[in-house]
């Protein structure tokens, strides 16, 4: 029994160095098993013996593509709450009884437009005398400047008139500015709220009137971490999300940026803006805010070329005809590329097809350029 055990150790060991000398292809698959160490084997030597790395029957046939240049992107979310872009809450600066309402409830107020006047018949009758006081006096200015050339007008009396009048003028225009109190305007083109007064109510200077907002665009306040502080600037584009509305997808632009960082949570307060042109959005939604960051410039290779073993990821990169194994980190998966950080320049060939029968220092026959490749390359380089 011992004997026949033996012997099935001694077929399989024989078995396994037959395989490993002659098929190219066993030390890429040892190595991805992470075995080759175990049974003593260099992942860096060359199969079959001494040879030159070509694998039996010549050069290994495979296709090729060219390492490009690309960014990292850094991601940054967060919810924000929106407001129209100007809103007030409009009061009246004095008590009285509201006579007229000039706006109904959700319309489009324009600039200027009365919201409410409320009862000024006192106003208008204290502005009657004011005028005839302010035409009193005139006329007895007039009268003592006539008089003054004749010597008959004393220094003092000319004066007392010219007081007269001034007194007069001002009176009028306390008049009028006291009727301009009874009367509340739009001070701002934008949209009336639900209107809470009627004809007939008596309301203070703390009562609300109405709100007014101009929602023609929307600002989102947003917080960022602090180690996007030296990224981020004004203009730069966002893309928003309404909680509400999960389809819809909006582009903006960062509006303002607050002058500190918060000590406490370590985020900047940030202020994004949206067009609101086509009226489908409101104050006070909430919004998933999401700013994109380019990074460092990285080598892009194709996921294909990637391969893994116990030592960690690499690629073959043709070197002088030769297959170069170079051992890379990877930094960002993208779904047509890898960022890598390895020994690699823009437009260094790597292998993409062919890689199962690849060996350190193979000589390689590339037979194209991988079908439908089509990785970025830097700008100006005519390539």
């Given at each position: 029994?011992?004997?026949?055990?033996?012997?099935?150790?001694?077929?399989?060991?024989?078995?396994?160095?037959?395989?490993?000398?002659?098929?190219?292809?066993?030390?890429?698959?040892?190595?991805?098993?992470?075995?080759?160490?175990?049974?003593?084997?260099?992942?860096?030597?060359?199969?079959?013996?001494?040879?030159?790395?070509?694998?039996?029957?010549?050069?290994?046939?495979?296709?090729?593509?060219?390492?490009?240049?690309?960014?990292?992107?850094?991601?940054?979310?967060?919810?924000?709450?929106?407001?129209?872009?100007?809103?007030?809450?409009?009061?009246?600066?004095?008590?009285?009884?509201?006579?007229?309402?000039?706006?109904?409830?959700?319309?489009?107020?324009?600039?200027?437009?009365?919201?409410?006047?409320?009862?000024?018949?006192?106003?208008?009758?204290?502005?009657?005398?004011?005028?005839?006081?302010?035409?009193?006096?005139?006329?007895?200015?007039?009268?003592?400047?006539?008089?003054?050339?004749?010597?008959?007008?004393?220094?003092?009396?000319?004066?007392?008139?010219?007081?007269?009048?001034?007194?007069?003028?001002?009176?009028?225009?306390?008049?009028?500015?006291?009727?301009?109190?009874?009367?509340?305007?739009?001070?701002?083109?934008?949209?009336?709220?639900?209107?809470?007064?009627?004809?007939?109510?008596?309301?203070?200077?703390?009562?609300?009137?109405?709100?007014?907002?101009?929602?023609?665009?929307?600002?989102?306040?947003?917080?960022?971490?602090?180690?996007?502080?030296?990224?981020?600037?004004?203009?730069?584009?966002?893309?928003?999300?309404?909680?509400?509305?999960?389809?819809?997808?909006?582009?903006?632009?960062?509006?303002?940026?607050?002058?500190?960082?918060?000590?406490?949570?370590?985020?900047?307060?940030?202020q994004g803006e949206l067009d609101n042109s086509d009226d489908l959005l409101?104050?006070?939604?909430?919004?998933?805010?999401?700013?994109?960051f380019e990074g460092e410039p990285l080598p892009m290779v194709d996921p294909?070329?990637?391969?893994?073993?116990?030592?960690?990821?690499?690629?073959?990169?043709?070197?002088?005809?030769?297959?170069?194994?170079?051992?890379?980190?990877?930094?960002?998966?993208?779904?047509?590329?890898?960022?890598?950080?390895?020994?690699?320049?823009?437009?260094?060939?790597?292998?993409?097809?062919?890689?199962?029968?690849?060996?350190?220092?193979?000589?390689?026959?590339?037979?194209?350029?991988?079908?439908?490749?089509?990785?970025?390359?830097?700008?100006?380089?005519?390539?």
């Amino acid at each position: 029994m011992v004997r026949q055990i033996g012997f099935s150790v001694l077929l399989l060991a024989g078995t396994l160095a037959l395989w490993i000398a002659f098929v190219p292809g066993a030390r890429p698959v040892l190595d991805r098993l992470g075995v080759s160490a175990l049974i003593g084997l260099d992942p860096a030597a060359p199969a079959g013996g001494a040879g030159s790395g070509a694998r039996p029957g010549g050069p290994a046939a495979v296709t090729v593509s060219e390492v490009g240049e690309g960014r990292i992107q850094d991601r940054v979310a967060a919810i924000g709450d929106g407001r129209a872009l100007r809103a007030v809450t409009v009061r009246s600066k004095v008590a009285g009884e509201v006579v007229e309402i000039g706006i109904r409830d959700g319309e489009r107020v324009a600039a200027g437009a009365l919201i409410v006047r409320l009862d000024d018949e006192a106003e208008r009758i204290a502005l009657d005398r004011a005028r005839l006081v302010l035409e009193d006096a005139r006329d007895e200015a007039d009268r003592v400047t006539r008089l003054e050339t004749t010597g008959a007008v004393t220094e003092v009396r000319r004066r007392e008139a010219d007081l007269a009048l001034r007194t007069a003028e001002l009176e009028l225009r306390q008049a009028e500015f006291d009727l301009s109190e009874r009367t509340v305007r739009a001070p701002f083109a934008g949209w009336a709220g639900v209107l809470d007064i009627a004809v007939g109510d008596r309301v203070s200077s703390q009562d609300a009137l109405a709100t007014i907002a101009d929602r023609s665009r929307i600002l989102i306040d947003f917080h960022v971490p602090e180690r996007v502080v030296g990224q981020i600037r004004e203009g730069l584009p966002l893309t928003a999300r309404p909680l509400g509305m999960p389809d819809l997808t909006l582009k903006g632009r960062v509006h303002a940026i607050d002058n500190a960082v918060d000590a406490a949570s370590r985020t900047l307060r940030v202020q994004g803006e949206l067009d609101n042109s086509d009226d489908l959005l409101r104050g006070g939604m909430s919004f998933e805010v999401t700013l994109n960051f380019e990074g460092e410039p990285l080598p892009m290779v194709d996921p294909l070329a990637v391969q893994w073993s116990s030592a960690g990821a690499y690629v073959w990169a043709v070197r002088d005809g030769r297959a170069a194994r170079v051992p890379v980190a990877i930094r960002q998966r993208n779904a047509d590329s890898v960022l890598v950080e390895a020994d690699l320049a823009v437009g260094d060939q790597v292998v993409a097809e062919g890689l199962q029968t690849l060996r350190e220092g193979a000589e390689l026959r590339i037979v194209g350029p991988q079908a439908g490749l089509g990785l970025p390359r830097p700008p100006g380089d005519a390539g």
